[in-house]
């Protein structure tokens, strides 16, 4: 018999009861059996039994911090055992300042460089298979030692034909099966355990599961990162007049799914770097200024590199920044860049409740919490914050207490929202890392005032306008046949009493004339107030002197000002 039914409620290949059996053994050997047992998980099973010595994770008589240490240790321990998919959910874990113990991050970010390599051999087959060539057609030289391992590729330095150094990522062989199939297990072993344990169902480890399963599928197709990696190298080159900011070139003819061949960047990464003196004064004013360039792309194209890490910048043997490693990448909605842009311009400018009314626009709760209380506690969380450099802020406490503020009131941020705060610490670090002092709400209010004033301008409100004004029309049409619906639907059905309206079919004529007059003249008002932006702050002695847009807005108001008489007279 191939399939055996277990209690996950879903069909499992006996390899899967087996990785289950596994997991579970790794868990109650590192100290998760008390859990395992009181969340009924052993008798899943049939015949599992759990190990003879298991360490039981008792909180008594320990502080907080020792409890939360503890509990991070053995995670780790397990995540090691267990191998790349854990590890990597670890290494994400270990980026939520915003909710997890510091202890228990302490322990979790050891597992950075735990990963082992895989046999040459096996990363050859998977290089040859993919670009259907031998080495030698590609490569003049291939050093088989790797020069980076992470949980899902391992990176070589070769040269091509050419004679241009590269470097090789290869996916490991069977990991996108690997991480589908721990996290469909992981997932029923959390939500079992959430039924038992206030701690783990505090923590959000379901959701925490959920967002690295939805971050690894993008970082599984290298063809992804190539093109992650290409898009952020061309909005730099917008920005970055001077060119000190190098993003390596991808050879994407010879790159797949599983192989991505870039640029190799040789230079030495920041996080060995343990000065400024050491970078020298002109590398330190191109960090500063990366620091900022980094920032715009942020806020105003809504596309940034959301993990640079002091291992992921480089200074490059011309003294020039490079970056590395695009699998993780952070989106922001042209809406959500609006609502962050706005949320960075209030806690500039003091405006603490103009901030909170911006969280409760993107924020996710269940009822409206009382916004004066709420605008006391984040002014008490973020005030002690504001003015000080990055050597005096601690960026994570900055946001694991506006976070626990909003959770106080029930107020939960979405994931991208997350990816954002991860983005600024990881800049933090870098510059903590070699004792930059920046005063990182400075480095923001450069960029906010112009951002503010490019989604106050004529072509942003035009925009606007036009799409208010599109929804409104929509919306007038939609009302009366929805009304017409729900009349014909409720006579289907009958009446206990029964009322006739004569004449009820004319009234709703007329209701939709009246509804169609509405929405016509509110178009014909946005077109009117179109047209005179274009001629607001112009001085106009001649009809011949208005700009021919004002007259294309004015007859399109006017054209839909006669279908309004015309209307009437029916």
Same mark, same amino acid.
């Given at each position: 018999?191939?399939?055996?039914?277990?209690?996950?409620?879903?069909?499992?290949?006996?390899?899967?009861?087996?990785?289950?059996?596994?997991?579970?053994?790794?868990?109650?050997?590192?100290?998760?059996?008390?859990?395992?047992?009181?969340?009924?998980?052993? +008798?899943?099973?049939?015949?599992?039994?759990?190990?003879?010595?298991?360490?039981?994770?008792?909180?008594?008589?320990?502080?907080?911090?020792?409890?939360?240490? $503890?509990?991070?240790?053995?995670?780790?321990?397990?995540?090691?055992?267990? *191998?790349?998919?854990?590890?990597?959910? *670890?290494?994400?874990?270990?980026?939520?300042?915003?909710?997890?113990?510091?202890?228990?991050?302490?322990?979790?970010?050891?597992?950075?460089?735990?990963?082992? *390599?895989?046999?040459?051999?096996?990363?050859?087959?998977? !290089?040859?298979?993919?670009?259907?060539?031998?080495?030698?057609?590609?490569?003049?030289?291939?050093?088989?030692?790797?020069?980076?391992?992470?949980?899902?590729?391992?990176?070589?330095?070769?040269?091509?034909?050419?004679?241009?150094?590269?470097?090789?990522?290869?996916?490991?062989?069977?990991?996108?099966?690997?991480?589908?199939?721990?996290?469909? $297990?992981?997932?029923?072993?959390?939500?079992?355990? =959430?039924?038992?344990?206030?701690?783990?169902?505090?923590?959000?480890?379901?959701?925490? @599961?959920?967002?690295?399963?939805?971050?690894?599928?993008?970082?599984?197709?290298?063809?992804?990162?190539?093109?992650?990696?290409?898009?952020?190298?061309?909005?730099?080159?917008?920005?970055?007049?001077?060119?000190?900011?190098?993003?390596?070139?991808?050879?994407?003819? @010879?790159?797949?799914?599983?192989?991505?061949?870039?640029?190799?960047?040789?230079?030495?990464?920041?996080?060995?770097?343990?000065?400024?003196?050491?970078?020298?004064?002109?590398?330190?004013?191109?960090?500063?200024?990366?620091?900022?360039?980094?920032?715009?792309?942020?806020?105003?194209?809504?596309?940034?590199?959301?993990?640079?890490?002091?291992?992921?910048?480089?200074?490059?043997?011309?003294?020039?920044?490079?970056?590395?490693?695009?699998?993780?990448?952070?989106?922001?909605?042209?809406? &959500?860049?609006?609502?962050?842009?706005?949320?960075?311009?209030?806690?500039?400018?003091?405006?603490?409740?103009?901030?909170?009314? #911006?969280? %409760?626009?993107?924020?996710?709760?269940?009822?409206?919490?009382?916004?004066?209380? %709420? !605008?006391?506690?984040?002014?008490?969380?973020?005030?002690?914050?504001?003015?000080?450099?990055?050597? =005096?802020? &601690?960026?994570?406490?900055?946001?694991?207490?506006?976070?626990?503020?909003?959770?106080?009131?029930?107020?939960? %941020?979405?994931?991208?929202?997350?990816? $954002?705060?991860?983005?600024?610490?990881?800049?933090?670090?870098?510059?903590?890392?070699?004792?930059?002092?920046?005063?990182?709400?400075?480095?923001?209010? +450069?960029?906010?005032?112009?951002?503010?004033?490019?989604?106050?301008? /004529?072509?942003?409100?035009? #925009?606007?306008?036009?799409?208010?004004?599109?929804?409104?029309?929509?919306?007038?049409?939609? @009302?009366?046949?929805?009304?017409?619906?729900?009349?014909?639907?409720?006579?289907?059905?009958?009446?206990?009493?029964? $009322?006739?309206?004569?004449?009820?079919?004319?009234?709703?004529?007329? %209701?939709?004339?009246?509804?169609?007059?509405?929405?016509?003249?509110?178009?014909?008002?946005?077109? !009117?107030?179109?047209?005179?932006?274009?001629?607001?702050?112009?001085? !106009?002695?001649?009809?011949?002197?208005?700009?021919?847009?004002?007259? @294309?807005?004015?007859?399109?108001?006017?054209?839909?000002?006669?279908?309004?008489?015309?209307?009437? /007279?029916?």
């Amino acid at each position: 018999m191939d399939l055996i039914k277990t209690g996950i409620g879903i069909t499992q290949t006996i390899k899967n009861a087996s990785r289950f059996r596994e997991i579970l053994t790794v868990l109650s050997r590192n100290g998760f059996a008390e859990l395992i047992v009181k969340s009924g998980l052993d +008798k899943v099973i049939p015949g599992f039994v759990l190990p003879g010595r298991v360490s039981i994770l008792k909180r008594e008589d320990l502080t907080s911090e020792e409890w939360w240490g $503890i509990f991070g240790k053995q995670l780790r321990l397990s995540f090691e055992e267990l *191998g790349p998919s854990f590890i990597k959910l *670890g290494q994400l874990m270990a980026t939520r300042e915003d909710i997890l113990d510091p202890a228990m991050i302490r322990e979790l970010k050891q597992l950075q460089n735990k990963v082992r *390599g895989i046999p040459f051999d096996t990363a050859r087959k998977v !290089i040859e298979d993919n670009l259907e060539k031998a080495l030698p057609e590609v490569f003049v030289n291939f050093d088989e030692e790797p020069i980076g391992t992470a949980s899902i590729g391992v990176v070589y330095k070769a040269e091509l034909l050419s004679g241009q150094k590269v470097v090789v990522k290869v996916r490991r062989p069977g990991i996108a099966k690997t991480i589908n199939t721990d996290f469909q $297990i992981l997932q029923f072993i959390v939500q079992n355990i =959430e039924k038992v344990s206030s701690e783990i169902r505090f923590m959000g480890m379901s959701r925490m @599961i959920s967002d690295f399963f939805k971050s690894t599928q993008s970082e599984l197709n290298f063809k992804i990162e190539a093109q992650n990696c290409e898009r952020l190298k061309k909005n730099l080159e917008v920005i970055d007049k001077d060119g000190f900011l190098v993003v390596p070139k991808v050879f994407r003819e @010879i790159s797949t799914e599983e192989v991505l061949i870039l640029e190799y960047l040789e230079g030495r990464p920041f996080n060995e770097f343990h000065s400024l003196e050491e970078l020298g004064p002109d590398v330190v004013q191109k960090l500063e200024r990366s620091i900022e360039l980094f920032t715009h792309t942020l806020l105003a194209d809504g596309f940034f590199h959301a993990d640079l890490h002091g291992g992921n910048f480089f200074v490059l043997k011309d003294r020039r920044i490079g970056i590395i490693d695009f699998g993780l990448m952070g989106t922001l909605s042209k809406r &959500n860049r609006t609502n962050l842009v706005a949320i960075l311009y209030a806690v500039i400018t003091y405006n603490f409740d103009n901030l909170v009314y #911006e969280f %409760l626009d993107v924020a996710e709760y269940d009822s409206i919490p009382d916004h004066e209380e %709420l !605008i006391r506690d984040i002014k008490d969380a973020i005030s002690p914050f504001i003015g000080l450099s990055v050597k =005096e802020t &601690n960026m994570s406490e900055l946001v694991r207490g506006l976070i626990t503020t909003l959770s106080k009131h029930e107020l939960y %941020l979405p994931r991208e929202w997350f990816i $954002i705060f991860r983005a600024l610490m990881t800049l933090d670090g870098v510059g903590k890392s070699v004792g930059l002092d920046v005063n990182i709400f400075k480095v923001l209010d +450069k960029d906010l005032q112009h951002l503010v004033g490019e989604l106050l301008s /004529k072509k942003n409100a035009q #925009e606007e306008l036009m799409w208010v004004g599109k929804d409104v029309i929509s919306s007038l049409r939609i @009302i009366p046949k929805h009304l017409k619906w729900f009349l014909k639907e409720s006579s289907r059905n009958g009446y206990s009493v029964e $009322i006739r309206v004569k004449g009820l079919e004319k009234f709703s004529n007329r %209701l939709n004339r009246s509804f169609y007059s509405l929405g016509m003249s509110l178009l014909a008002s946005i077109f !009117i107030l179109s047209g005179a932006l274009f001629v607001k702050d112009a001085y !106009i002695s001649s009809l011949t002197q208005i700009p021919l847009l004002s007259w @294309i807005f004015w007859g399109i108001a006017a054209y839909f000002l006669v279908r309004i008489t015309m209307m009437r /007279k029916f």
